[in-house]
């Protein structure tokens, strides 16, 4: 494992809803207004499935009922910004999958404007 982080979510403000919809309500029931993100990052995605499916991390987990309402665990395989500084990335316009497949051929010719305008999605200069 690569890192391991707690993120420690604020309780959500019933009296501030977001996105605020009036005349909806937004009440959470009082077991849902704390949660906690626990961030595991392993080298791959074999990694992180051999963890989890070895004795160590059974061991470990013995008894987390005790202190855990609900688990939903899900792999990550990348991270894309999509939007920076307000102008959509090449993932934003093309999609994770194309951005990175045209990074790792060095395409660059799929990034030029006249290519990028032809989505809809493109940014206007």
Do not use: C
Request: no cysteine; hydrophobic share 40%.
């Amino acid at each position: 494992m690569l890192k391991l982080r707690l993120h420690l979510a604020k309780p959500y403000d019933t009296a501030e809803p977001a996105p605020p919809a009036p005349g909806v309500n937004h009440e959470v029931q009082a077991s849902r207004l704390n949660i906690v993100m626990m961030e595991l990052v392993f080298e791959s995605a074999w990694t992180r499935r051999t963890y989890y499916a070895g004795e160590h991390f059974k061991a470990i987990t013995e008894g987390i009922s005790k202190h855990v309402r609900h688990v939903t665990p899900f792999g990550v395989s990348g991270v894309y910004t999509y939007v920076r500084d307000a102008v959509m990335t090449t993932a934003g316009i093309r999609g994770s999958r194309q951005a990175e497949l045209i990074r790792q051929l060095g395409a660059i010719n799929q990034t030029r404007p006249e290519v990028e305008n032809l989505f809809a999605a493109a940014a206007k200069s």
